[in-house]
T-cell receptor, first 109, second 115 residues
Framework: KQEVTQIPAALSVPEGENLVLNCSFT??????LQWFRQDPGKGLTSLLL?????REQTSGRLNASLDKSSGRSTLYIAASQPGDSATYLC????????FGKGTMLLVSP | NAGVTQTPKFQVLKTGQSMTLQCAQD?????MSWYRQDPGMGLRLIHY???????DQGEVPNGYNVSRSTTEDFPLRLLSAAPSQTSVYFC??????????????FGSGTRLTVV
């Protein structure tokens, strides 16, 4: 059974810092890995999708990497802003989509 | 292009009542699924479908039924609601071409309270 772990569970940083969120998974037989953002009381917004054959994807200030052999992914956020405050979820796609429990990020002005 | 639409957004049920959560997508995605999200438990898969007429159980299927008569719709039925089914429910859809999956799109959720 696929298990996905996200570290840290919560993170608080001052505005402007660069930060890294970590995701690990136990079964490397995946199709892809997807990072989502969830604001309180809202749905899931897809941020980045990395196919299993890719090493990284970038969108604006976000960069996600994937090391399938070691079962790890990182989400790098550059120059964090208060608007980045949210819960970030990592999900791996095999036969089904399996989620980690998320990292709750707070960026203070 | 509406994406994935879930109705209702909020619902309060009494224990023992039944109801159907609706999910519709207009992207012609073959794959659809239902998740529940609970504090401390994350998102857990309830049921999923890889195409019209095909459904399968996920991690937490007990107390829920699904059917997939069309590509667009994937309703989730609560047969006899219990307080343990109080949760936020998300529907998602996805498509693949060969071995390449193009990621999941989620609806905005249904917040269900069973009293």
């Amino acid at each position: 059974k696929q298990e996905v772990t996200q570290i840290p569970a919560a993170l608080s940083v001052p505005e402007g810092e660069n930060l890294v969120l970590n995701c690990s998974f136990t079964d490397s037989a995946i199709y892809n890995l997807q990072w989502f953002r969830q604001d309180p009381g809202k749905g899931l917004t897809s941020l980045l999708l990395i196919q299993s054959s890719q090493r990284e994807q970038t969108s604006g200030r976000l960069n996600a990497s994937l090391d399938k052999s070691s079962g790890r992914s990182t989400l790098y956020i550059a120059a964090s802003q208060p608007g980045d405050s949210a819960t970030y979820l990592c999900a791996v796609s095999g036969r089904t989509l399996t989620f980690g429990k998320g990292t709750m990020l707070l960026v203070s002005p | 292009n509406a994406g994935v639409t879930q109705t209702p957004k909020f619902q309060v049920l009494k224990t023992g009542q039944s109801m159907t959560l609706q999910c519709a997508q207009d992207m012609n995605h073959e794959y659809m699924s239902w998740y529940r999200q609970d504090p401390g438990m994350g998102l857990r898969l309830i049921h999923y479908s890889v195409g019209a007429g095909i459904t399968d159980q996920g991690e937490v299927p007990n107390g829920y039924n699904v059917s997939r008569s069309t590509t667009e719709d994937f309703p989730l039925r609560l047969l006899s609601a219990a307080p343990s089914q109080t949760s936020v429910y998300f529907c998602a859809s996805s498509y693949s071409v060969g071995q390449l999956n193009y990621g999941y799109t989620f609806g905005s959720g249904t917040r269900l309270t069973v009293v």
